[in-house]
């Protein structure tokens, strides 16, 4: 088993920055792909971003590509999403997810997920 817990999220103006981060825990971090997903209200869980174990390949949605950033840190267990340029349209529940596969995009691919933290974007 592998626990992850989401935090850093809260209420931003468009236009400005945060940053996610997602602390894991159990079994071997390294050994997992990781990956960011959203979801707003009324719409299915899509992809966000998504970083290898240890190569730092990363993939990205096309509507958050040059805005935002997902790194990990091996030694503190740890995946982040840094997050510029904030819209509206970005107001969602962020979830972390753990992977067995090779960096991917797809939900059904991802073993563990965390209890998501939210993110309000203003105008």
């Known amino acids: 088993q592998v626990q992850l817990v989401e935090s850093g999220g809260g209420l931003v103006q468009a236009g400005g920055s945060l940053r996610l981060s997602c602390a894991a825990s159990g079994r071997t971090f390294s050994n997992y792909a990781m990956g960011w997903f959203r979801q707003a209200p009324g719409k299915e869980r899509e992809f966000v971003a998504a970083i290898s174990r240890s190569t730092g390949i990363t993939y990205y949605a096309n509507p958050v590509k040059d805005r935002f950033t997902i790194s990990r840190d091996n030694a503190k267990n740890t995946v982040y999403l840094q997050m510029n340029s904030l819209k509206p349209e970005d107001t969602a529940v962020y979830y972390c997810?753990?992977?067995?596969?090779?960096?991917?995009?797809?939900?059904?691919?991802?073993?563990?997920w965390g209890q998501g933290t939210q993110v309000t974007v203003s105008s």
């Open positions: 997810a753990a992977s067995s596969g090779v960096v991917p995009r797809i939900k059904r691919e991802y073993d563990y």
